[in-house]
């Protein structure tokens, strides 16, 4: 009986912990900002629409009091952003690329305006982390397919990453002595 036990013990162990570990990975993308009048003021209870170009699905939420709104788990693909509210101009955003657990942020100005007059905002986003403090990149499959990986080391990779360099593992820090 005791073999099964901690036989039992072990596997709980080993489980819960790759369990946790793979809680950091995510394959999910989202976006969040905030929404403004163009005297500063937040605008509470504004429908912002997030929509997946490739497939036509749709994702609405409304704003809080604070004016912040919130599209969590969403498939990285290429979406377009809608904001509107009665008595304000509709703003949407041009179409844009949503990477593997990136978090993207879109600050709306909404003008006073007719409820049928749209506001095509073309800027993109800035290639800045602005909602979490994490540093990642994604790869694309031209890069891949394109790069003389030397024995397909997929850890080469990691230098296209912005801020990347080679690490060192020599003993005599790349100095050859004869």
């Known amino acids: 009986m005791l073999p099964q036990g901690i036989a039992l013990l072990l596997f709980l162990t080993c489980y819960t912990t790759f369990a946790l570990r793979t809680l950091g990975q995510t394959s999910l993308a989202s976006v969040n900002g905030t929404v403004t009048d163009a005297a500063g003021v937040v605008v509470p209870g504004s429908t912002v629409v997030l929509v997946n170009s490739a497939t036509g699905a749709r994702r609405t939420v409304a704003t809080n009091a604070e004016g912040v709104y919130s599209v969590l788990d969403g498939s990285p693909g290429r979406y377009t952003l809608e904001v509107a509210k009665q008595g304000f101009a509709t703003y949407k955003q041009t179409e844009f690329t949503l990477l593997v657990n990136q978090t993207a942020t879109f600050n709306f100005t909404l003008s006073m305006g007719a409820t049928t007059q749209k506001v095509n905002v073309a800027a993109q986003s800035d290639r800045v982390e602005f909602s979490t403090a994490e540093l990642g990149t994604a790869i694309s499959e031209e890069q891949v397919n394109d790069l003389p990986l030397n024995g397909r080391n997929?850890?080469?990779?990691?230098?296209?990453?912005?801020?990347?360099?080679p690490a060192n593992v020599s003993q005599n820090g790349g100095r050859f002595w004869s």
């Open 154 to 165: 997929f850890t080469q990779l990691l230098t296209l990453a912005p801020g990347m360099s």
